[in-house]
């Protein structure tokens, strides 16, 4: 119906919160790559910057898709 979902790096920081990526690439996959919007949430200042979340989410995803 043309939604698109967001999934975003903050969620897989090394928190007590923190998600499973495994889910992230079978939603991926399941929903469609195309209508997917990947983003970090990230900007505060005990974060990583916005730049440098989306790398280390590039990278994350190689991993966990494979399997």
């Known amino acids: 119906m043309g939604a698109y979902i967001e999934h975003c790096y903050v969620?897989?920081?090394?928190?007590?919160?923190?998600?499973?990526?495994?889910?992230?690439?079978?939603?991926?996959?399941?929903?469609?790559?195309?209508h997917c919007i990947m983003g970090t949430d990230l900007g505060q200042y005990y974060n990583p910057t916005p730049a440098e979340g989306m790398r280390m989410f590039m990278a994350l995803l190689p991993e966990e898709w494979y399997q």
């Open 11 to 34: 969620g897989f920081l090394p928190t007590d919160f923190r998600k499973d990526p495994k889910l992230m690439a079978e939603a991926i996959k399941y929903i469609g790559a195309e």
